[in-house]
């Protein structure tokens, strides 16, 4: 069965980085594009960015594109993502989410279990 | 301020049907499918519904999806206390050239 397994809980400094990893296992992982998605506590989703875990194509949201960077690695099925000049507005639950779908009709099929990233003002 | 609107909440009685909509523009409900993601409490989200009115194997046929024009809605019959999470839509949006989400809507049931 398909399982995406995420990195443990980051506490930051302003203007530190991290770097969330992704382990998916259960299918082959060159197949599918990964999505990083991220939750405020308490509020709604927001995309990050995508990557196509095939060739390392990527594709972010223009509210991160300046300091987010998506990488795997393919001989450990693990994505990275990595959100540089961290502020207390970066404090959320980091979500890995593997994709499905076809033909423009694509969804976040598999969800990795959050990273809570905590960045104090 | 999300992209997609849903009410902030919503709620009902076991047994009950309860409908929650998600309104955007041409430029992602119009112009894309919808899909919608179940959050229970303390938990990540999981899809419920993909492609308009598209269900993984495993959701029961209580949830139904659909699609007109700029809004789409989330249909959950025969409540059950199982069914209290947040729900969230999401569309491509091929203005902005990303994923946009409504807010969520906590569903309530009483």
């Known amino acids: 069965q398909v399982s995406v397994v995420q990195s443990g809980t980051e506490v930051k400094t302003p203007g530190a980085s991290v770097k969330v990893s992704c382990k998916a296992s259960g299918y082959t992982f060159t197949t599918y594009g990964i999505s990083w998605v991220r939750q405020v506590p308490g509020q709604g989703l927001e995309w990050m960015g995508w990557?196509?875990?095939?060739?390392?194509?990527?594709k972010y949201a223009q509210i991160v594109q300046d300091r987010v960077t998506m990488t795997r690695d393919i001989p450990t099925s693990t994505a990275y993502m990595e959100l540089r000049s961290l502020t207390s507005d970066d404090t959320a639950v980091y979500y890995c989410?593997?994709?499905?779908?076809?033909?423009?009709?694509?969804?976040?099929?598999?969800w990795g279990q959050g990273t809570l990233v905590t960045v104090p003002s | 301020q999300s992209v997609l609107t849903q009410p902030p909440s919503a709620s009902g009685t076991p047994g009950q049907r309860v409908s929650i909509s998600c309104s955007g523009s041409r430029s992602n409900i119009g112009s894309n499918t919808v899909n919608w993601y179940q959050q229970l409490p303390g938990t990540a989200p999981k899809v419920l519904i993909y492609t308009n009115n598209q269900r993984p194997s495993g959701v029961p046929d209580r949830f139904s999806g659909s699609k007109s024009g700029t809004s789409a809605s989330l249909a959950i019959s025969a409540l059950q206390s199982e069914d209290e999470a947040a729900y969230h839509c999401a569309a491509w949006d091929d203005s902005l050239n990303a994923w946009v989400f409504g807010g969520g809507t906590k569903l309530t049931v009483l």
């Open positions: 990557m196509s875990a095939y060739n390392g194509n990527t």
């Open positions: 989410v593997s994709e499905r779908g076809q033909s423009g009709n694509y969804y976040f099929a598999y």
